[in-house]
């Protein structure tokens, strides 16, 4: 048991603990079959600060017969030393051993007529304390107590260790899929700029430019807009309207030459945000139209940052194929 407790490398702090194990125990308690010397007292789990986090098991004789003691665990006390006095979790905090204090060795009259036990939850090589469960209870037999009070709390952080190493996994398949992410991106910018470059047609350029954002974003929403002076007879393309330019998220990306983005609701009865990115098609001469992309997912810095260089790739390939289409022209009206 120690040696896979020293697989658990990270350092989380007081409060990534307190959280973890507060959101970890809900799930085990519902199965954990507690001995029945613990289920007659309140058995409880407290931050390595001493602050109470949430009752695992309460015997509701024992806590309806002392009101004082329910308040007392209903305001979430503060186990430490310097708050409540001595008790066994505070002074479990300070040895990181089990402990035990009995009746009127308590600070707190509310506890004379009690025992509380503790045991650390210890994690590490170093031993750090990142909880402790508590106990109190009325029953004298302690040396069966304690011996239950232990195989309880190593149940319960051989649970939390197997918790860690599941959300230690998820971070690492997270991590993975994100650096998978911008590999595919990265590979398709480099395509689709040899591609788009080898394209001598304006349309060409926009349907190879289309056809590849929507392979990297099938459930985006993905719109082409140009202006007056720049049109497609085989491409679903939009116009500009320059009316209110305030508004228009595309208008605003094309005056002003740079991507922009916003979220806004829709109003439903869903409340749905859709998120949007304006990224103008720019080229040394100017800019030419305005991919916009429209999701109910967030984009992310990866996703910024390819479909700027993406928009980028597509204006100055844009402008190269229309300008050779315009020196044709005039080729063809001088012959």
């Given at each position: 048991?120690?040696?896979?407790?020293n697989?658990?490398?990270?350092?989380?702090?007081?409060?990534?603990?307190?959280?973890?194990?507060?959101?970890?125990?809900?799930?085990?308690?519902?199965?954990i079959?507690l001995?029945?010397?613990?289920?007659?007292?309140?058995?409880?789990l407290?931050?390595?600060?001493?602050?109470?986090?949430?009752?695992?098991?309460?015997?509701?004789?024992?806590?309806?017969?002392?009101?004082?003691?329910?308040?007392?665990?209903?305001?979430?006390t503060?186990?430490?030393?310097?708050?409540?006095?001595?008790?066994?979790?505070?002074?479990?905090?300070?040895?990181?051993?089990?402990?035990?204090?009995?009746n009127?060795?308590?600070?707190q009259?509310?506890?004379?007529?009690?025992?509380?036990?503790?045991f650390?939850l210890?994690?590490?090589?170093?031993?750090?304390?990142?909880?402790?469960?508590?106990?109190?209870?009325?029953?004298?037999?302690?040396?069966?107590?304690?011996?239950?009070?232990?195989?309880?709390?190593?149940?319960?952080?051989y649970r939390?260790?197997l918790?860690?190493?599941?959300?230690?996994?998820?971070?690492?398949?997270?991590?993975?899929?994100?650096?998978?992410?911008e590999?595919?991106?990265?590979?398709?910018?480099?395509?689709v700029?040899?591609?788009?470059?080898?394209?001598?047609?304006?349309?060409s350029?926009?349907?190879?430019?289309?056809?590849n954002v929507?392979?990297?974003?099938p459930?985006?929403?993905?719109?082409?807009?140009?202006?007056?002076?720049?049109?497609?007879?085989?491409?679903?393309?939009?116009?500009?309207?320059?009316?209110?330019?305030?508004?228009?998220?595309?208008?605003?990306?094309?005056?002003?030459?740079?991507?922009?983005?916003?979220s806004?609701?829709?109003?439903?009865?869903?409340?749905?945000?859709?998120?949007?990115?304006?990224?103008?098609?720019?080229?040394?001469?100017?800019?030419?139209?305005?991919?916009?992309?429209?999701?109910?997912?967030?984009?992310?810095?990866?996703?910024?940052?390819?479909?700027?260089?993406?928009?980028?790739?597509?204006g100055?390939?844009?402008?190269?194929?229309?300008?050779?289409?315009?020196?044709?022209?005039?080729?063809?009206?001088?012959?």
């Amino acid at each position: 048991m120690e040696e896979n407790l020293n697989i658990v490398q990270e350092r989380f702090s007081v409060a990534d603990w307190d959280s973890i194990i507060s959101h970890h125990f809900d799930d085990w308690v519902e199965i954990i079959d507690l001995p029945i010397l613990i289920a007659d007292g309140i058995l409880f789990l407290c931050g390595s600060s001493g602050f109470f986090i949430s009752n695992l098991h309460s015997d509701s004789g024992l806590l309806s017969k002392n009101k004082k003691l329910k308040q007392m665990l209903e305001l979430e006390t503060c186990w430490a030393r310097e708050v409540t006095g001595n008790n066994a979790i505070a002074a479990c905090m300070e040895s990181l051993k089990p402990e035990v204090v009995h009746n009127e060795d308590h600070n707190q009259t509310i506890l004379h007529k009690f025992s509380t036990y503790a045991f650390p939850l210890l994690i590490g090589t170093d031993k750090q304390l990142i909880a402790i469960m508590g106990l109190v209870t009325n029953s004298s037999n302690t040396t069966d107590i304690q011996s239950s009070l232990k195989s309880t709390a190593t149940s319960f952080q051989y649970r939390l260790l197997l918790h860690i190493e599941t959300l230690k996994n998820n971070k690492l398949t997270s991590v993975y899929l994100e650096i998978a992410k911008e590999n595919q991106k990265r590979d398709i910018l480099f395509q689709v700029a040899k591609k788009l470059h080898s394209k001598i047609d304006v349309d060409s350029v926009l349907k190879e430019m289309l056809d590849n954002v929507k392979e990297v974003y099938p459930s985006s929403q993905i719109d082409l807009f140009l202006s007056q002076d720049n049109r497609s007879s085989t491409i679903p393309v939009k116009p500009l309207v320059f009316n209110n330019t305030l508004e228009d998220i595309c208008t605003r990306a094309f005056l002003e030459g740079q991507l922009l983005m916003e979220s806004r609701n829709e109003n439903t009865e869903d409340s749905l945000n859709l998120h949007s990115i304006a990224a103008p098609l720019s080229g040394n001469q100017g800019v030419y139209g305005v991919l916009k992309f429209t999701s109910l997912k967030r984009f992310d810095e990866t996703d910024i940052k390819f479909i700027s260089m993406l928009a980028d790739t597509a204006g100055t390939a844009f402008e190269n194929a229309r300008l050779y289409e315009q020196s044709n022209f005039l080729i063809h009206e001088l012959g």
